[in-house]
């Protein structure tokens, strides 16, 4: 008694000391509960961890994981929690080294079969395999559990962010709120330590006065056990007690210094939105003063000089692809480059490198008669700032943006744009070398990006099963098919297959970064091209998007970084580099180059031009070394011919400048036509409001639309999470027209067309799309 009266007021460290040399009866009757016992995780080579403790996050085990083909399936430590997966290749390893790591808020379960689990994310794909089926079962189930966990996590902080309260008194709440509630629990674990300790010294008496009595032997040795265990009871409740009065005293002190700080960060960030806003006035009332001044033109050639104007003021500032905070699906593809109509112009067939005749539009005659215009674009005058000011923190994503800084078009159509300079593939196709189809491939990937200079509107994002198709095979030898295939993380499947010889598909995903300034928006996912003839099989990936000026100032948007093609037949390549712009540079603005080589690494064509313009190509004759540059690398010097050019940009339709910078293609896009899918884009009504100049409804029918999609995501997770509690399988939202498949090429996980689309179209059948509109 008087060891333990000592270290009564001696906190938590005295309690330790003290439950070190005492047993404690829960000892004897509770084992130690554990994900893993024994470290072992299950007891087989691989085994599949047992099931976590109630109420636990954490999940772990061993699990196969596929590394190469060299070494295969490698046994690897895999833990789950809080919705990641990570995994290393030993328990100790756990201390500090992760090998990698998959979010399973964005990710795809799939099971090959009765021991194997494929996750995929973005470009990352994990291929697992268990040690039995039943153990597989286990992992899928916590993972399909953790899955929904997350996505319910992070809708709810996201779905309802256009309906807050002021900054000011949300911010209160959330500084006051804690603290009071805090301080309740304290005053209310007083009150049960006044109780604890009231009702003990009343258990002490009472033991003492039956010490006192004259009992058998061992009567009172039992008495005596059971009152060192209430001493050991009421030490316990005084050290917790204690401690919380100690934690109490330290967030009373430094309450008042941290309500000081936010007070002073609160009135930092209101002077600062002020600051910005009145720029962004004044910079709108410049705008307008502007467009009211007499003697400036309003064609498109003022315009342009205007968006020159605004690059050569951004002093050079390229996308900074190395910050480490990432915003993924931002603005969920704003500005996406939207291989619009940079085509085959080729200015001439005598200027082709192949010396092939092909006209530019040589099937005119049989092409059905489409609109050359649409409504011209409202001036509706909206900030912003006045929108994002409020999202400050938030996943740009789920930013609710109004139609006012959209076009009329869908990201699908917009992919579909990729197509406009379709003839540089037609053309490829009757290439005798592959290096020289090489460079008609290289020219198409960087068509895409020719009228991103003028269109920095944002495109409407698909609604989950929403498809858009494109036939012209009659007219231009070509029929192409999009789908949006997930939303979380927005990801849309593309297919094409021309009459003319060559197949294209693709799936893209969208990451990006917000800083303030600008917006980095990096595409992810291969595009593959394989032409029928030769089976010559070409990959590549698109390069960085940077959105500059998003809060004050004109948007202006530059591309940057490298492209890879791969001819996966021959081995042939191109790498081609955009140069991103810099004030200080004496280059071309929006300048690309690139070299053609073979499997041997010998060059045969430099690639250059403008991706705004025009591309040309130039057969080596000889190569040399040259100088060492300042990086310490050796420059190669190239002798050609005279280049010839492969493409070169279309002039945009008059009055384009009125009609969101659409080409002659874009505006033929949301033509309505008869026949097509119930889920096809141009039968969206918020898209075709917004077209009419309706922009008021369309934001009305925008968010009837955004709702109805959350309704559907809501019950497909509450349906996830009651299948998987009564242990069913749930399958989850399986694409219509596309399906998942491991590429042979890349290993990654994609949607390719799975057919039945235009089956479907010839016979009217469409019972089998969703209505989503």
Not at 25 to 51: T, W
Not at 59 to 77: C, D, S, V
Not at 138 to 154: G, N
Request: net charge neutral.
């Amino acid at each position: 008694m008087g060891k333990a009266a000592a270290l009564c007021g001696g906190g938590t460290r005295g309690l330790v000391s003290l439950l070190s040399t005492v047993p404690c009866l829960a000892c004897h009757e509770l084992p130690a509960m554990s994900a893993d016992p024994g470290g072992r995780g299950g007891g087989g080579p691989a085994g599949g961890p047992p099931a976590a403790p109630p109420g636990s996050d954490t999940y772990k085990g061993w699990l196969f994981k596929w590394t190469n083909y060299l070494k295969g399936y490698q046994r690897r430590w895999f833990v789950l929690s809080n919705g990641l997966l990570s995994y290393y290749r030993t328990q100790a390893e756990m201390a500090h080294t992760c090998r990698g790591t998959i979010n399973l808020s964005t990710a795809h379960i799939d099971t090959e079969d009765s021991c194997n689990i494929v996750l995929s994310n973005g470009g990352r794909t994990y291929h697992l395999k268990a040690n039995s089926e039943v153990e597989r079962q286990r992992w899928v189930t916590a993972l399909e559990l953790a899955k929904a966990k997350a996505i319910r996590m992070r809708n709810n902080q996201s779905d309802d962010s256009g309906d807050e309260e002021p900054a000011s008194q949300s911010d209160k709440s959330e500084l006051h709120g804690p603290l009071k509630t805090l301080s309740s629990k304290l005053e209310d674990l007083s009150t049960c330590n006044e109780l604890i300790a009231k009702h003990g010294a009343a258990l002490q008496r009472s033991l003492s006065e039956l010490e006192n009595l004259r009992l058998p032997a061992d009567s009172g040795e039992k008495i005596k056990a059971v009152n060192e265990r209430a001493t050991l009871f009421r030490i316990t409740s005084n050290a917790m007690i204690n401690a919380c009065r100690d934690f109490l005293d330290l967030a009373e002190s430094h309450s008042r210094k941290w309500q000081r700080l936010l007070q002073h960060e609160r009135e930092q960030r209101i002077r600062l939105e002020e600051t910005i806003e009145q720029l962004a006035k004044q910079h709108n009332s410049l705008e307008r003063a502007c467009r009211g001044a007499p003697g400036l033109a309003s064609g498109t050639a003022s315009i342009a000089s205007t968006a020159k104007g605004s690059v050569q003021s951004a002093k050079g500032e390229a996308s900074d692809e190395d910050e480490e905070t990432e915003y993924f699906d931002a603005m969920e593809d704003l500005l996406f480059p939207s291989h619009r109509r940079s085509g085959s112009n080729l200015s001439g067939a005598s200027e082709d490198v192949t010396s092939h005749q092909h006209p530019k539009h040589s099937h005119e005659e049989s092409r059905k008669v489409r609109r050359t215009r649409i409504p011209d674009k409202p001036n509706y005058s909206l900030n912003l700032w006045s929108i994002m000011k409020n999202c400050i923190g938030k996943e740009l994503s789920k930013i609710p943006m109004p139609v006012n800084f959209n076009e009329p078009l869908s990201m699908l159509q917009r992919l579909t744009e990729d197509l406009e300079y379709h003839e540089l593939l037609d053309k490829a196709v009757k290439c005798e070398s592959s290096t020289e189809q090489m460079c008609f491939v290289a020219a198409f990937s960087v068509s895409s990006y020719s009228t991103t200079v003028h269109r920095t509107a944002k495109p409407f994002n698909p609604l989950l099963g929403e498809t858009y198709e494109l036939d012209r095979l009659e007219e231009l030898g070509f029929r192409s098919l999009c789908e949006q295939v997930s939303h979380h993380p927005p990801a849309a499947a593309h297919h094409v297959y021309s009459r003319r010889g060559w197949t294209l598909w693709q799936e893209i995903t969208i990451a990006s970064k917000f800083r303030g300034k600008y917006l980095s928006i990096m595409p992810l996912g291969a595009i593959h091209l394989e032409f029928h003839s030769s089976g010559n099989h070409y990959v590549w990936r698109k390069v960085t998007s940077t959105v500059h000026n998003i809060i004050v100032g004109k948007l202006w948007i530059d591309q940057s970084g490298d492209i890879e093609i791969v001819n996966h037949k021959s081995k042939d390549k191109c790498q081609l580099k955009f140069t991103p712009y810099s004030y200080f540079s004496r280059d071309v603005p929006r300048k690309v180059t690139g070299v053609v080589s073979d499997a041997d690494g010998k060059a045969h064509y430099v690639m250059s031009g403008t991706w705004d313009e025009k591309m040309e190509c130039s057969k080596i004759i000889h190569s040399s070394h040259g100088s060492t540059s300042t990086e310490g690398k050796q420059k190669t010097v190239y002798q050609t011919l005279s280049p010839k050019v492969l493409w070169r940009k279309y002039p945009l339709p008059e009055n384009a400048e009125n009609m969101y910078f659409f080409s002659e293609l874009a505006l033929t896009l949301n033509e309505p036509e008869e026949r097509v899918a119930p889920t096809d884009s141009r039968l969206r009504p918020d898209q075709r409001l917004m077209e009419s100049g309706r922009w008021d409804e369309a934001n009305v029918e925008k968010q009837r639309l955004e709702e109805k999609q959350r309704a559907v995501r809501r019950r497909r997770e509450a349906e996830a999470v009651e299948a998987l509690e009564e242990g069913k399988d749930y399958e989850g939202y399986t694409p219509l027209w596309f399906e998942r498949k491991v590429d042979a090429v890349t290993g990654e996980l994609i949607c390719v067309y799975k057919g039945g689309y235009w089956e479907a179209k010839d016979k009217q059948d469409w019972s089998v799309c969703p209505d989503i509109f």
